[in-house]
């Protein structure tokens, strides 16, 4: 045993401590929803899950799971290219690829894992990528992995800064945008049809991570590209199954069928790590399937999100404006938000995390209120009153 291994961390947590910083996260002992239960015993409203559509617990879900269980067992025991490629694989590729409006896509266990084999696999020594300052930190790994010849981060949503950073690189051989369709800390939405336009002139290719964004996004759900008016114009996709589709696990890669089966060949975390485990894709492909046949259901997270900004607005607080399915309000120190999460939890049986550095800058740290499709208007009322109590 490494002492000084051992001591150097409870140093290092002993600070974060000090701080406020220390992340003490709930334990749920019941199933995911907008009420659910802690280890405890005690009852919650949950509004910080990214079950945006109220799917990770619905019986249709978890009974298409289990059935995958029962028909293929627990896992694939290999990656894909060995024999980890089973039918519910190729079914739900071929369903999320409809969804999204591409031709192909291909699953992995996790949106990380996309996101890595995307930009590592289409970015080389010959490729600049550009890189928008929030982007989600697993875009920012892969883009520190990928061995791209040149890396920029421009200021968020900045098309003039962007446009301005393309201009000057019609020397390397590929150029990639790499953006969040929906930024997850702050809510907001990438411009993407101006960011198909940018790029399109400057012969740049345009990957859109729609984690946040697929399920949520557009009067069908199909995302942040429809709901600007360019399903089908983005270059490539990807998302996570581990948030609105279900809420279990797993991401893909969507996009024109070369650059899919591209990925398929050479994409190491699709070569070297097992594929999604079967049940996961049989649930993951029925939420898909509830996401096509009840659009009621987006109609209601829109109207839910809204009465929620709505409802804190009338408390007299100031959440960030937008019209994605997080609300986050901006508290200032990080100790402050840890705080009012603690007490969002501890008197009002409210979940709502706190977000603080290094997560999101130094002085801007916040409550994130996340709406879920399953909520009732009386959700949304206790909810506003417990936020505004706390930040009195
Ligand atoms: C924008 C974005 N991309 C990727 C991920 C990672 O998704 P997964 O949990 O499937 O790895 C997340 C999850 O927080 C996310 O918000």
Sequence with gaps: MNDRLRSDSAAALADMASRGTLKVPPILDAPQGP???????????????????????????????????????????SVRFICGTFTPHLELERDLASLVGTEASLTFVSCWDANAAAITTLADENTVVLSDALNHASIIDAVRLSRAGKKVVYPHVDLAALDEALSGMGEWARRIVVTDGVFSMEGDVAPLPDLVELCRRHDAVLIVDDSHGVGVMGADGRGTPSAQGVLGEIDVLTGTLGK??????????????????????????????????????????????????????????????????????????????????????????????????????????VLVTGFGYPVVPEGTARLRIQANAAMTDDNVAALVKAIAAVAS
């Design 244 to 349: 609105a589709l279900g809420g279990a696990a797993g991401g893909y890669v969507a996009g024109p069928s070369e650059v899919v089966e591209l990925l398929t060949q050479v994409a190491r975390p699709s070569l070297f790590s097992n594929a999604l485990p079967v049940p996961t894709a049989c649930g993951a492909r029925e939420a898909v399937r509830i996401l096509r046949t009840e659009r009621e259901r987006v109609t209601r997270l829109h109207s839910l999100a809204a009465a929620l900004r709505d409802g804190l607005r009338d408390a007299g607080l100031d959440p960030l404006p937008g019209a994605t399915a997080i609300v986050p309000i901006i508290v200032g120190e990080t100790a402050r938000a840890g705080r009012m999460s603690r007490e969002l939890r501890e008197e009002h049986g």
């Design 35 to 77: 009420s659910s239960r802690l280890g405890d015993g005690r009852e919650v409203l949950v509004a910080c899950s990214n079950d945006y559509l109220g799917l990770a617990a619905d019986p249709r879900v978890v009974a298409a799971s289990a059935r995958g269980l029962q028909e293929f067992g627990a896992g694939t025991a």
